[in-house]
Nanobody
Framework: QVQLAESGGGLVEAGGSLLLTCAVS????????LGWYRQAPGQQRELVAS???????AYAETVKGRFTISRLNGLNTVYLQMNTLKPEDTAIYYC????????WGQGTQVTVSS
């Protein structure tokens, strides 16, 4: 059974940084394309960053140049380094496979104050 466990969120001032971590268990981690998604209040969940099994990365335009996704297959972990945070980055952040599983972890709350 696959489990997704996100951590590392918090409250930060605009311009600050956070490192999110997602531990994935129960899957063939290294074979999967993985992504970080976020959902702001009243908004649909959106994909903000992805990393393929071959380490090809892609980003939403809203985070390009500020966020960096990485993975450590040996630890079954995917990371999201978020720099120069903006209030509009406030959301619950989730990791999942691409295409996503039909379930989600608990997510981690990121709040950026202005």
């Amino acid at each position: 059974q696959v489990q997704l466990a996100e951590s590392g969120g918090g409250l930060v001032e605009a311009g600050g940084s956070l490192l999110l971590t997602c531990a994935v268990s129960g899957s063939t981690f290294s074979d999967n394309e993985l992504g970080w998604y976020r959902q702001a209040p009243g908004q649909q969940r959106e994909l903000v960053a992805s990393i393929s099994s071959g380490y090809r990365r892609a980003y939403a335009e809203t985070v390009k140049g500020r966020f960096t996704i990485s993975r450590l297959n040996g630890l079954n972990t995917v990371y999201l380094q978020m720099n120069t945070l903006k209030p509009e980055d406030t959301a619950i952040y989730y990791c999942n496979r691409i295409p996503n599983y039909d379930f989600w972890g608990q997510g981690t709350q990121v709040t950026v104050s202005s």
